[in-house]
């Protein structure tokens, strides 16, 4: 069969899109390349404006200096502990919400649903949910951190879009029909075939919870439970550095040097892991994105 020939508009239109995507990707890319460069570059060579494109002046001073931080060290093993436990606990939530709203059998299923979407548009705001948080004693706890927002109203909907337009119903007739229970049904017939969607909320809640640290800022008053990003936060936005990561240095202008060192090299740290995970649900994550969403 002979290929039919692209007519001149649309080599025109292909050569116009490949240039923009190339332009755009450029765009993300270098700054991306820019901080990887920067972290294994001398402290010299950064504030000297010399890096460019590639490190200069190679050195693993700035991840030696990171890793023998100790507040950075408790920070990432909290944000490890913080992400894997609250993503558990949104994954089961989610899915308890999100099962039975795609049953048709349920009473009052439309109701529970506007009553769900309701909250998408109207929340009671910052202070009294602080309040409510204090007065369930969650303040400077582990659950302040995990608990307020457990449960997503859009990923749950996004779920139950999902059970209703790619589970079968007569499937699960079928196991009814054989004595299955709703809970045997939905954890040795559903959860199985849901490996797309379940893929796509972890991603959604694991980096939700890697990059939150509005809540601690609120609800956390001891260093120690601090996340991550928190620890992040104090160095890049106050733009100091402990005497701790900085060593023996003993001039204003060489701590400063080794302050900008630091920075990049905590960046890379802080969304390395986030890096590492993506690839490994990336293809449960583009079928389970438009299977509970577009069909909706």
Same mark, same amino acid.
């Given at each position: 069969?002979?290929?039919?020939? %692209? +007519? =001149?508009?649309?080599?025109?239109?292909?050569?116009?899109?490949?240039?923009?995507?190339?332009?755009?990707?450029?765009?993300?890319?270098?700054?991306? /390349?820019?901080?990887?460069?920067?972290?294994?570059?001398?402290?010299?060579?950064?504030? +000297?404006?010399?890096?460019? @494109?590639?490190?200069? %002046?190679?050195?693993? =001073?700035?991840?030696?200096?990171?890793?023998?931080?100790?507040?950075?060290?408790?920070?990432?093993?909290?944000?490890?502990?913080?992400?894997?436990?609250?993503?558990?606990? !949104? /994954?089961?939530?989610?899915?308890?919400?999100?099962?039975?709203?795609?049953?048709?059998? &349920?009473?009052?299923?439309?109701?529970?649903?506007?009553?769900? +979407?309701?909250?998408? &548009?109207?929340?009671?705001?910052?202070?009294?949910?602080?309040?409510?948080?204090?007065?369930?004693?969650?303040? !400077?706890?582990?659950?302040?951190?995990?608990?307020?927002?457990?449960? +997503?109203?859009?990923?749950?909907? /996004?779920?139950?879009?999902?059970?209703?337009?790619?589970?079968?119903?007569?499937?699960?007739?079928?196991?009814?029909? %054989? #004595?299955?229970?709703?809970?045997?049904?939905?954890?040795?017939?559903?959860?199985?075939?849901?490996?797309?969607?379940?893929?796509?909320?972890?991603?959604?809640? #694991?980096?939700?919870?890697? !990059?939150?640290?509005?809540?601690?800022?609120?609800? @956390?008053?001891?260093?120690?439970?601090?996340? &991550?990003?928190?620890?992040?936060?104090?160095? @890049?936005?106050?733009?100091?550095?402990?005497?701790?990561? @900085? #060593? %023996?240095?003993?001039?204003?202008?060489?701590?400063?040097?080794?302050?900008?060192?630091?920075?990049?090299?905590?960046?890379?740290?802080?969304? &390395?892991?986030?890096?590492?995970?993506?690839?490994?649900?990336?293809?449960?994550?583009?079928?389970?994105?438009?299977?509970?969403?577009?069909?909706?």
């Amino acid at each position: 069969m002979k290929k039919q020939r %692209d +007519s =001149r508009d649309d080599r025109i239109f292909y050569a116009v899109n490949a240039a923009l995507l190339t332009l755009i990707m450029l765009v993300v890319l270098y700054p991306l /390349i820019f901080i990887v460069s920067c972290s294994f570059s001398s402290a010299h060579a950064i504030t +000297s404006g010399r890096v460019i @494109l590639w490190p200069v %002046d190679v050195t693993l =001073r700035g991840y030696k200096a990171v890793f023998d931080y100790p507040t950075v060290l408790r920070g990432y093993l909290n944000t490890f502990f913080y992400t894997f436990s609250g993503t558990l606990i !949104n /994954i089961a939530l989610t899915m308890i919400a999100a099962y039975p709203l795609a049953r048709p059998q &349920l009473p009052g299923r439309k109701g529970l649903m506007l009553l769900f +979407s309701f909250t998408m &548009l109207f929340s009671g705001g910052m202070i009294p949910t602080y309040i409510l948080v204090r007065g369930l004693g969650m303040i !400077n706890t582990v659950w302040a951190m995990i608990l307020p927002g457990a449960v +997503s109203v859009y990923n749950t909907i /996004i779920m139950r879009t999902f059970f209703i337009n790619s589970i079968p119903p007569e499937l699960q007739e079928a196991a009814q029909v %054989d #004595g299955c229970s709703n809970t045997r049904l939905l954890i040795q017939i559903v959860l199985p075939l849901s490996k797309q969607i379940l893929a796509v909320m972890v991603l959604f809640y #694991g980096v939700a919870h890697w !990059n939150a640290f509005f809540n601690a800022l609120i609800y @956390l008053t001891e260093s120690k439970r601090y996340p &991550l990003q928190l620890v992040l936060r104090s160095i @890049l936005i106050q733009n100091t550095a402990s005497q701790d990561m @900085l #060593g %023996d240095l003993d001039t204003m202008g060489s701590r400063v040097m080794m302050a900008e060192t630091i920075k990049y090299a905590l960046i890379i740290v802080s969304t &390395l892991p986030m890096m590492i995970l993506y690839p490994f649900l990336q293809r449960f994550f583009e079928k389970g994105v438009m299977v509970g969403a577009v069909k909706g």
